[in-house]
């Protein structure tokens, strides 16, 4: 009898007992680069500086990036991608305006293609549209008008360690 309970008490602590640890694929990104950012304004650049106007072909602009994300593990999208409106030529993202955030490691996210051109538009209350990227309202920036303002793209790998960044001079009016 006390061999039949010491091998039920034995069975049961085996049956209780977490499975050994499995390996983890891993889906961090350990390669990634901006290939190409770059803003198409309301009009022709100006001395290196893009005009975004809201009385020119109704505000309408457009941005435009191209990233390449490779990983070891099993999916490469993993990264995250931001626009940010900067007073000034370096990005913060901690105060600067995010404009586009994207997650890219959300299935049928944005960033299925690595390439987007989003269409966006400026009106006259300071809020730039960028369809189904979202909207933002500038005015906290964008205190008067003609303002000199910095867009920033940066994509990072999902533990944000790996980071590149782009930059482009716009003016807004």
């Not at 990104?29 to 109704?58: C, H, M, R, W, Y």
């Not at 966006?120 to 730039?128: A, D, K, L, Q, W």
Request: aromatic share 8%.
């Amino acid at each position: 009898m006390k061999q039949i309970i010491y091998l039920s008490v034995i069975f049961c602590l085996t049956a209780c007992l977490p499975d050994s640890p499995k390996e983890e694929e891993s889906t961090t990104v350990t390669t990634i680069n901006l290939n190409s950012f770059s803003i198409t304004g309301t009009s022709a650049d100006e001395n290196g500086v893009t005009p975004i106007n809201q009385g020119v072909n109704g505000g309408t602009f457009s941005l435009s990036w191209n990233i390449s994300a490779e990983n070891s593990g099993v999916r490469s999208d993993s990264y995250f991608m931001g626009i940010y409106a900067s007073l000034d030529n370096t990005l913060d993202t901690s105060s600067d305006t995010k404009l586009i955030g994207l997650n890219c490691n959300i299935p049928l996210s944005f960033c299925q293609s690595t390439s987007q051109t989003p269409s966006c538009t400026f009106n006259n209350e300071n809020v730039v549209d960028c369809g189904d990227f979202g909207s933002k309202n500038l005015s906290d920036i964008l205190t008067s008008l003609p303002q000199t303002v910095f867009i920033f793209a940066e994509v990072c790998d999902s533990l944000f360690t790996i980071c590149k960044s782009a930059s482009h001079t716009v003016e807004f009016r």
